[in-house]
């Protein structure tokens, strides 16, 4: 786990992709874990008097526009430290606007070598982390090309 200087806690993963796996499959297997898993996209806030959390669910449409997070894609030389990479995703990371997890690609499109998975410590706890790898691996096996 690591502290942000905002006191934010992340959780972050490393995951080795095996060559014979393509983008798209990687792709549908980020889809499948986030379909599956709704609170690594619903939005945390406080209630009016700032004194309770509330988590919102948002509609099929809005998970799609303002927090079904796809993968992004590293950089096609030298791939970059992972810390460099968590840096860069970490800012992206706003729980009140649904966006609690990031899927990095590192290695390039082509041919992506590793995944960094960096999250909100809001919604990732250990079993979590357990969770999202078994669902992971079942539905790359799904989803090979």
């Known amino acids: 786990m690591r ?9 972050v993963l490393t995951l080795e992709i095996p060559p014979n796996y393509s983008p798209e499959a990687v792709q549908f297997a980020v889809d499948t ?5 709704p609170m690594l996209w619903v939005r ?3 209630d009016a008097a700032g ?16 927090a079904f997070l796809g993968l992004e894609y ?6 970059p430290p992972v810390d460099d990479v968590v840096r860069a995703v970490a800012s992206e990371l706003d729980p009140a606007q649904g966006r609690n997890i990031r899927f990095v690609l590192v290695g390039g499109r082509e ?3 590793t995944m960094v ?3 909100n410590g809001l919604v990732v706890d250990d079993t979590s982390w ?5 669902k992971l691996s079942l539905a790359w096996s799904r989803g090979r090309h």
């Open 3 to 11: 502290l942000l200087d905002s006191g934010v806690e992340l959780r």
């Open 33 to 37: 874990v986030l379909e599956q898993h």
């Open 44 to 46: 945390l806030h406080r």
């Open 51 to 66: 004194t309770a959390p509330v988590f919102e669910i948002p509609a099929e449409a809005q998970r799609l526009d303002e």
């Open 74 to 79: 590293g950089i096609d030389q030298t791939p």
């Open 111 to 113: 041919v992506p070598t």
């Open 117 to 119: 998975i960096v999250a």
């Open 130 to 134: 357990r969770t999202i790898i078994d």
